[in-house]
């Protein structure tokens, strides 16, 4: 089955700094990542998403980058506020496995004013 | 438009005791899943579902049961809790294959 590896687990960063967490996958037929930000006691998110056949996307302060050929994807916010500060997950998904995702482990990021 | 519901918010089980959690959308989505989510463990999907009267095994599915008799509900039965059960769980529900899953808001359960 899928396996997503996803890095750092925990990430602290000055506001106005630039923040990037990493994932792997490792099932070629993946075709959709994404990536979904979960505050303290509250449900998860989606933030932003990116399909196989684009290479980037981005959304404001958010950006996606995905190499298909390295099989890895990455989530890229810019300017950071306090605000962002929570736990930010990955996902690979493919249409043959019934849509389900697989996750990775997640990523704590503080963001320090 | 409600989204995604969860019932109960919290839940204590004395180990052994029986219960089901449900989960119902008001999106018309036909895929629905259960998760559960443990600190430092991510997301793992327990059992899922495509479509009114289908259920399916996720990656943990041991110890727990599902039925989706109604296309809006999903429910999760806990048949003989365990301390291991102790995490908090999530529905979400998906209009496809490869498009968002919306979550509930979870259910905190403890097993002593």
């Known amino acids: 089955g899928e396996n997503v590896e996803q890095h750092p687990s925990t990430l602290s960063v000055q506001e106005g700094d630039s923040a990037v967490i990493k994932c792997t996958y490792s099932?070629?037929?993946?075709?959709?990542f994404p990536w979904y930000k979960q505050e303290l006691g509250k449900r998860p998110q989606l933030i932003i998403d990116?399909?196989?056949?684009?290479g980037e996307k981005k959304d404001q302060r958010i950006a996606v980058t995905l190499n298909k050929t390295a099989k890895h994807f990455s989530l890229h916010i810019t300017e950071t506020q306090p605000e962002d500060s929570a736990v930010y997950f990955c996902a690979a998904s493919t249409h043959t496995n019934a849509g389900k995702s697989t996750f990775g482990d997640g990523t704590t990021l503080t963001v320090k004013p | 438009n409600a989204g995604v519901t969860q019932t109960p918010k919290f839940r204590v089980l004395k180990t052994g005791q029986s219960m089901t959690l449900l989960c119902a959308q008001d999106?018309?989505?036909?895929?629905m899943y259960w998760y559960r989510q443990d600190p430092g463990m991510g997301l793992r999907l327990i059992h899922y579902?495509?479509?009114?009267?289908?259920?399916a095994k996720g990656e943990v599915p041991d110890g727990y049961n599902v039925s989706r008799l109604k296309k809006q509900n999903f429910l999760l039965g806990l048949e003989s809790a365990a301390p291991s059960q102790t995490s908090v769980y999530f529905c979400a529900s998906s209009y496809g294959e490869v498009y968002e899953q919306y979550f509930g808001p979870g259910t905190r359960l403890t097993v002593t």
């Open positions: 990116i399909r196989s056949n684009v």
């Open positions: 579902s495509v479509g009114e009267g289908t259920t």
């Open positions: 999106m018309n989505h036909e895929y």
């Open positions: 099932d070629s037929a993946s075709n959709y």
